[in-house]
């Protein structure tokens, strides 16, 4: 049974940092793509960072928040400074198999989410 299991979110004050985690089981975590998405009330998710090998990000986040991960504890990660309030949002780790893409519709399996409030 596939599992994505996110932590870290909470409330922050603008430039400041917090870190995410996203806890993986049930499948090949280490030959699986990994990207975080971001979900604000009213608007749809959108892309973060993805990372097979090599990290991929999306330009409003370049800088700012650095995807890692650790294959032998199959646990993503999400480093995120300077926040800004439009950071604020559920955010949710995504795993596929195959290369990255940006793509909600690609990813196969997702965590429930974890909630990011940056205030200003």
């Known amino acids: 049974q596939v599992q994505l299991v996110e932590s870290g979110g909470g409330s922050v004050q603008a430039g400041g940092s917090l870190r995410l985690s996203c806890a993986a089981s049930?499948?090949?975590?280490?030959?699986?793509?990994m990207g975080w998405f971001r979900q604000a009330p009213g608007r749809e998710r959108e892309f973060v960072a993805a990372?097979?090998?090599?990290?991929h990000y999306a330009d409003f986040v370049k800088g700012r928040f650095t995807i890692s991960r650790d294959n032998a504890k199959s646990t993503l990660y999400l480093q995120m400074n300077r926040l800004k309030f439009e950071d604020t949002a559920v955010y949710y780790c995504?795993?596929?198999?195959?290369?990255?893409?940006?793509?909600?519709?690609?990813?196969?399996?997702w965590g429930q989410g974890t909630q990011v409030t940056v205030s200003s």
């Open positions: 990372i097979s090998g090599s990290p």
């Open positions: 995504a795993a596929r198999s195959g290369g990255i893409v940006t793509t909600v519709e690609r990813y196969t399996y």
């Open positions: 049930g499948f090949s975590f280490s030959i699986y793509s």
